[in-house]
Nanobody
Framework: QVKLVESGGGTVQAGDSLRLSCAAS????????MGWFRQAPGKERDFVAA????????YYADSVLGRFTISEDNAKNTVYLQMNSLKPEDTAVYYC?????????????????WGQGTQVTVSS
C-alpha cells in the first residue's frame, strides 16, 4: 500500500521560509518521479516542482523558479520542498505526488499517488 505523508506546513509572514517534507512508503522510492502541486481555495491544483527518479533533473513552475528548491533523500524515502522568500500568493494546500515513470511531468493526471496535503499560509 503506497502512502505519501506531507509535513512542514504552517503560517508564516511574507519573506519567510518553510521546508515541506513528503515521506513515502510502500513503493520503491528510487524508481518514482516525485512532484509538488498546490491548490488555493477555489482554484485548480497547479504544478509547483518535479524531480526525476534519479534526482538528476528538476523542473519548476515559473512562479516559484529561483525561490523554491525540490530535493530528495533516497535513504529516507523523502522528498523536500524548500520554499524561500514566500509571498501571500503562495498560500495554498501543498500536495506531493509520485509517478512510476522515468522523467518529469507537470501534469497532475500523470501522477499515480497523492498525499493528503499540508496547508501553507503566508500573511502580508
Amino acid at each position: 500500500q503506497v502512502k505519501l505523508v506531507e509535513s512542514g506546513g504552517g503560517t508564516v509572514q511574507a519573506g519567510d521560509s518553510l521546508r515541506l517534507s513528503c515521506a513515502a512508503s510502500g513503493l520503491t522510492f528510487s524508481r518514482y518521479g516525485m512532484g509538488w502541486f498546490r491548490q488555493a481555495p477555489g482554484k485548480e491544483r497547479d504544478f509547483v516542482a518535479a524531480i526525476s527518479w534519479s534526482g538528476g533533473n528538476t523542473y519548476y513552475a515559473d512562479s516559484v523558479l529561483g525561490r523554491f528548491t525540490i530535493s530528495e533523500d533516497n535513504a529516507k524515502n523523502t522528498v523536500y520542498l524548500q520554499m524561500n522568500s514566500l509571498k501571500p500568493e503562495d498560500t495554498a494546500v501543498y500536495y506531493c505526488a509520485a509517478r512510476a515513470l522515468w522523467g518529469l511531468s507537470t501534469k497532475k493526471d500523470e501522477y499515480d499517488y497523492w498525499g493528503q496535503g499540508t496547508q501553507v499560509t503566508v500573511s502580508s
